[in-house]
């Protein structure tokens, strides 16, 4: 018999499921089982889900094949008629000890083929966290999962639930763990990350719990958080950013838009004043921030002047890492019976996007020539800055280290040190 594949799509939220996943799998003695856990974000990833599985099974002719995951969770039927599926297991179902001991045993004939059930009836977090997810120096840790928001385009509540918080002392317990293994790093995540806390008694802030980790947590080296919607960002975390040397000076936004009828029809919360703004500030507390941002082109009804307000927002917040996604429609979701845009026109405006995010990295990459950085050894040649800027050596150095170097040189992509 062999241990279970396991095969991940999307997001980084998916990833550290997936190993949460095999520490389960291993418990329950599943074996000589393929496991996809899928993403819904776009019709693209559900179709490149499609396609693995159809590639898993061939290679895998024996196997029993378990589709899970957000895509699982949003549209069971669409695996469960695809003749490689074995199973399907839902988001919540795949978190469980107990659904991984069914599937370990003769799951045809004891387990039923599809575990989907009604997510927006969760109201806790999975209690399975593990401990190291991520390479010898960098670890995840999640922190929150779902979304009480309801954004036009977005079908990811559907496949994550409502909002929902681990609580700031299980994190705490769990962070001091991964320093007593040695982890330099650790990458607070989440779905909707500023939203942490409004379901815990007292309503705590993400703020909050970052200062809180930062006090309890004396000896990490670096706390870094993941993708934030800056409009929900509060006083505490502000302040982080301002005094907290060990919270890192990057942070990506969930903008989506630079045009504000855009983005009250993508039902955003915030407008693009609000973004610039929030830019500014964080750069006025912490000169050395960075930013990454999610960007949509060719959103339902964008006119070639909506679009160039994206263009410009890339400039006026001056974003370095741009993540651009051209839209792609969910069924299910609002914006899917908006008037859309020509597909042609879609792709040549994400092109734009792409090429001035391109832009903003080669001047970040400029400004770093002969500045003296501490960086995380994601490898013994690569590591990153504190601003997540990847770096070459040219002199092998000790792997989950952070060390002291000066910046030498650069090309398109990274810095270069010796």
Not at 23 to 47: F, H, K
Request: glycine share 6%; hydrophobic share 40%; with cysteine.
């Amino acid at each position: 018999m062999t241990a279970p594949i396991f095969s991940n799509h999307g997001c980084r939220l998916n990833a550290y499921e997936t190993e949460a996943m095999k520490d389960l799998a291993q418990q329950a003695g599943l074996e000589n089982a393929v496991i996809i856990n899928t993403c819904a974000v776009t019709a693209e990833a559900v179709r490149k889900a499609r396609q693995d599985i159809r590639k898993l099974r061939k290679a895998n002719p024996d196997a029993r094949l378990i589709v899970t995951g957000c895509a699982a969770q949003t549209e069971p039927e669409t695996f469960t008629k695809m003749a490689e599926v074995d199973a399907v297991i839902g988001n919540t179902e795949k978190m469980v000890g107990a659904t991984w001991q069914g599937l370990a045993a003769d799951f045809i004939g004891e387990t039923e083929a599809v575990q989907v059930d009604d997510i927006m009836s969760v109201t806790e977090t999975a209690g399975h966290l593990i401990d190291g997810f991520g390479t010898r120096s960098r670890a995840y840790v999640q922190v929150q999962n779902g979304c009480d928001h309801r954004c036009t385009f977005c079908i990811i509540p559907f496949g994550r639930g409502n909002s929902r918080s681990v609580a700031a002392g299980v994190v705490v317990d769990q962070i001091k763990r991964l320093v007593d293994k040695g982890f330099n790093e650790v990458v607070l995540t989440g779905v909707d990350l500023t939203s942490w806390g409004a379901d815990l008694p007292s309503e705590p802030k993400l703020g909050d719990l970052v200062m809180r980790i930062l006090r309890l947590v004396p000896d990490l080296p670096r706390l870094r958080i993941s993708s934030i919607d800056s409009i929900e960002v509060d006083d505490n975390l502000m302040q982080a950013i301002a005094t907290e040397p060990r919270l890192m000076p990057h942070l990506h936004l969930s903008l989506q838009h630079g045009d504000d009828m855009i983005l009250k029809r993508m039902k955003r919360r915030h407008l693009r004043d609000d973004a610039i703004r929030f830019a500014e500030d964080a750069r006025k507390l912490r000169p050395d921030m960075t930013f990454g941002a999610d960007i949509i082109a060719g959103f339902p009804t964008e006119t070639d002047a909506m679009f160039a307000n994206s263009l410009k927002l890339v400039d006026e917040c001056d974003l370095t890492w741009l993540h651009v996604f051209p839209y792609s429609a969910r069924q299910g979701t609002p914006a899917a019976r908006m008037p859309a845009v020509n597909g042609a026109v879609i792709k040549a405006r994400a092109a734009q996007l792409r090429d001035a995010g391109a832009q903003q990295v080669a001047k970040h990459l400029n400004a770093q020539q002969g500045v003296n950085h501490r960086i995380l050894m994601e490898s013994t040649v690569m590591g990153r800055t504190e601003q997540f800027t990847e770096v070459h050596f040219a002199q092998a150095q000790i792997e989950g280290s952070i060390v002291a170097a000066k910046i030498t040189n650069h090309d398109e992509i990274r810095l270069l040190v010796g």
